[in-house]
């Protein structure tokens, strides 16, 4: 009698399970890159903050087209899903794939011929259960070149996710996660991402929601990740507005977060240096800076730096002289996960966690109190339900919520620059 309790008992229980997972249509994705370099201490990464850990970056080798890591950094790849699961047991692990800028040309060759793909598919899969990740990422590909290598990435994409599925039904093993970091635009001009493959195939697109303007190009101050501005100028809610214009669900949507910022070289003394002329880069060859480096600067120089928080475009910036500092502090974060959950997309995801600065930003986005999946509205119910190893982390982790950008800023860095729109001096 007692054994058939037990039995009703975790069945109750898993009811119960599915039913949160069901009735939470919205922010359920907690995620974040780490980037791999030597040296790095995997182990000081708090995993408990995160549902998901994208490892960055793997590449796609130009001859055989399998997938190749650097040897200074294999040895991290191989233990980086073990010691993360060390301190959070349900997060699910990602291996990334760098096929952005010097990269592109070999990823269009590879991705144009059918026994390529199958090369690079069947070796993607292999490597990501030989180092015990459980989902794939796709990183650095912007919506260019021509429609047909676009087409050619739709069968990628289409043939991925057959294999797959093929392969966890083979194995027994769940099915790997394949999602993206797409460019803020889904359209670049005439080229477009083939967004209906994308939707078919991807559990989810992470957007890019920063880098949209730069000190080493544009030569007038703005935000580089303004959730909200004019319509002339770049800005996060545009991008994903036109994300949903082309068809894509923005229940597939995730937000990217950056833990980086830029700063600039004003020409001369600014009360308001948004719209002011620019030198060039400050600190660093592209001015760019992980959000830790920032704050000790800040700290370091408290008596001279102004510091505030635009809430119109949902920013935070510094002036310290001549040098004008954007990027996205705890206020900032906050406003930009309500925002997800406003919008209905499926969560956020950080750029790089190594930047943070003791986790404040982790975990100012991860306990603003809606993540509580037990809170969510039941009357909006997802029908596109994840695969497995997506599930039970949010279930599990609702229970205990409680170094961008390389951290060597000499290295030009790794976001995507989705924007053409130019600024002209105030």
């Known amino acids: 009698m007692s054994s058939k309790l037990v039995a009703l008992f975790l069945l109750i229980l898993l009811y119960l399970a ?38 960055a970056f793997t590449f796609v080798n130009s001859s055989t087209y399998h997938l190749s890591i ?9 233990t980086f899903a073990h010691i993360v699961k060390t301190k959070n047991p349900f997060v699910t692990t990602l291996l990334s794939i760098w096929v952005g800028r010097e ?120 935000f580089h990740a303004a959730l909200y501005g004019p319509s002339n100028l770049a800005n996060t809610d545009s991008g994903i507005n036109e994300w949903k214009r ?67 475009s949902v920013v935070n910036y510094c002036t310290v002289g001549l040098t004008w500092i954007n990027y996205d502090d705890v206020e900032a974060i906050r406003a930009k996960v309500s925002y997800v959950k406003q919008k209905g997309l499926l969560g956020y995801n950080m750029f790089q966690v190594r930047n943070d600065d003791n986790w404040v930003l982790s975990r100012a986005a991860a306990q603003l109190r809606y993540w509580n999946m037990y809170k969510n509205d039941e009357k909006k119910q997802r029908k596109d339900s994840l695969h497995d190893p997506v599930k039970y982390p949010f279930l599990l982790q609702a229970l205990d919520c409680q170094d961008c950008y390389r951290p060597d800023s000499s290295l030009t860095s790794l976001g995507f620059v989705s924007t053409n729109e130019q600024l002209t001096p105030l």
């Open 246 to 312: 082309r068809g894509f669900l923005l229940s597939k949507l995730v937000l990217g977060l950056p833990y980086h910022g830029y700063a600039w070289t004003l020409t001369s003394p600014q009360k308001n240096p948004v719209g002011a002329v620019s030198t060039g880069p400050a600190f660093t060859k592209d001015g760019s800076m992980g959000y830790k480096y920032f704050k000790w600067y800040i700290r370091n120089y408290a008596q001279e730096a102004v510091s505030g928080y635009n809430a119109t």
């Open 70 to 78: 650097n040897s200074s950094t294999e040895q991290q790849f191989s």
């Open 18 to 55: 599915l039913k949160c997972h069901c009735s939470t249509p919205q922010s359920r994705v907690k995620a974040g890159y780490y980037y791999m370099g030597i040296g790095n201490v995997i182990s000081d990464l708090n995993s408990k903050l995160f549902t998901h850990l994208i490892c």
């Open 103 to 222: 990269h592109l040309l070999n990823f269009f060759s590879m991705i144009n011929q059918s026994s390529y793909r199958n090369s690079f598919v069947h070796s993607s899969i292999e490597t990501a259960r030989l180092y015990g990740f459980q989902g794939l990422d796709l990183a650095g590909l912007v919506p260019t070149g021509s429609s047909s290598d676009m087409a050619n990435f739709g069968t990628l994409l289409d043939e991925w996710r057959v294999a797959v599925n093929s392969e966890a039904k083979n194995s027994s093993n769940p099915e790997l996660l394949l999602v993206m970091a797409g460019n803020r635009l889904p359209a670049l001009g005439s080229v477009i991402y083939p967004i209906d493959s994308m939707r078919r195939n991807l559990d989810w697109v992470h957007v890019t929601a920063y880098d949209n303007y730069l000190p080493g190009r544009d030569r007038v101050t703005y």
